[in-house]
């Protein structure tokens, strides 16, 4: 079975490196470019599991996560926020917005992997 993941991220050098980590492991990997752009994208697939960063321009991290939780059909896909913050109050608000975990950049490759297969699979 192939998981598809959504990443979205405003830097191309982080989306190519989780493209790098998941395809190996078996992933499917759509991208975007920041959470208006990840929204657009969410019309088009029925992703397994998303990973976000927080700091984006246009739609950040937790605009993208509420946005996404509003939708009924993305309402229990698992959000994996990928990001360089590691600040308590920034981690129990993507919580309270819906997230289901936090990965603090630089992030190791397997770990990303067997986190997604545990939220996802």
Do not use: C, Y
Not at 68 to 94: D, M, S, W
């Amino acid at each position: 079975m192939t998981l598809e993941i959504l990443a979205v991220d405003d830097s191309r050098t982080m989306r190519d490196m989780i493209r790098l980590a998941l395809t190996p492991a078996g992933f499917t990997v759509h991208t975007a470019d920041d959470g208006v752009h990840g929204i657009e994208v969410l019309d088009d697939i029925r992703p397994d599991a998303i990973i976000t960063d927080i700091n984006m321009p246009r739609m950040d991290g937790f605009g993208f996560i509420d946005a996404v939780r509003g939708q009924n059909k993305h309402r229990a896909t698992p959000i994996l926020v990928l990001t360089t913050e590691a600040a308590p109050e920034l981690k129990a608000r993507a919580r309270e917005a819906g997230a289901t975990g936090w990965i603090v950049k630089p992030f190791d490759p397997e770990k990303l992997v067997k986190a997604l297969k545990m939220v996802a699979g």
